[in-house]
């Protein structure tokens, strides 16, 4: 087990190597806070269309972070985009942030040469086909099987967009339905993952979230056992460190044998004391609001 520091100093593909000897990675990634980022960060960029910088920007960042993701060993990235909240936002913020952001992922050239450069297979996932269908918002719908057909192919790395994968039951049950009448039996989790996600797809491995703490979005493929993780900045800031940083808290930290309470020394049970009173008044996930916004304490 190498220390932080040295695991910090790793060339990127030792680091990929150890990653993907643990066993094959699905990572949870929402990006979230990005308009506070492109405000705070590129509002020299803002001329006579705000959503057009903003989705540029957003995109190439988008781009950044999952090649990095990538480069680090991880195989799959669930990208949980919007649910249903999305269509209470507004009419311009729907369209030109939501429906257009789906269609720019089979338009964008910046996505497109993505995509085919790290080898990257695209599927969305949720209920997206019949939420949009019958809406002014349905010509999406083409946009995106263009994508998961241009890059069927692909076999390197896994890049699923969660879209309206909010409210996932009735889809589930649906599935459930007409797995039972196509076979004739009840379908199991492994066949539910399959339909639901369009291939066979192992649990989740982490969740890497910002903001109030939540993890959301990632159905049948949470059991229970992956690990959280909440930046103290909007994920568009990650930086290598800050991942590297999670993942040897996944690969070593959180997989150390807990130990026999019995066998440990008067010295660390009174550390351990101290440590735990001080601390008995406090609790992850309690925050405070500044500007209107929530900031963990």
């Known amino acids: 087990m190498p220390t932080l520091e040295a695991f910090l100093q790793l060339p990127t593909d030792e680091v990929a190597a150890l990653v993907k000897a643990s066993g094959e990675k699905v990572c949870v990634f929402p990006i979230n806070g990005t308009r506070r980022w492109f405000m705070l960060e590129h509002a020299d960029a803002i001329q006579n269309d705000f959503f057009s910088a903003y989705m540029d920007l957003s995109i190439q960042n988008h781009i950044e972070l999952c090649a990095m993701l990538f480069e680090h060993g991880i195989e799959t990235i669930l990208a949980p985009v919007f649910g249903r909240e999305l269509l209470r936002r507004g009419d311009e913020y729907t369209q030109r942030v939501g429906i257009e952001g789906l269609i720019r992922t089979a338009t964008d050239k910046n996505y497109r040469a993505f995509f085919e450069r790290f080898n990257v297979k695209i599927r969305f996932y949720g209920d997206y086909r019949n939420v949009l269908t019958g809406t002014p918002h349905e010509g999406a719908l083409q946009s995106m099987d263009e994508v998961v057909e241009a890059t069927k192919s692909n076999s390197r790395f896994r890049l699923y967009f969660g879209v309206f994968a909010d409210e996932s039951s009735e889809t589930v049950a649906r599935l459930s339905v007409e797995n039972f009448r196509a ?18 797809l192992p649990p989740v491995s982490l969740f890497i ?5 939540s993890a959301f ?3 049948l493929l949470s059991t229970g056992e992956e690990d959280l ?7 568009p800031y990650m930086t290598a460190r800050q ?21 440990l020394p008067p010295d660390a049970l009174n550390e351990l004391r101290e440590y735990y009173r001080r601390r008995k008044d406090s609790a992850f996930g309690v925050g405070k609001l500044k500007f209107g916004l929530w900031f963990p304490e």
């Open 183 to 200: 076979e004739g039996k009840i379908p199991d989790k492994t066949a539910l993952v399959k339909q639901y996600y369009g291939e066979e």
């Open 209 to 213: 979230g910002f903001d109030k703490f």
């Open 217 to 219: 979005d990632m159905p």
């Open 229 to 235: 993780y909440f930046s103290h900045s909007p994920s």
């Open 243 to 263: 991942l590297r940083s999670i993942l040897y808290d996944h690969l070593y930290t959180r997989r150390a044998p807990e130990p026999d309470y019995a066998k």
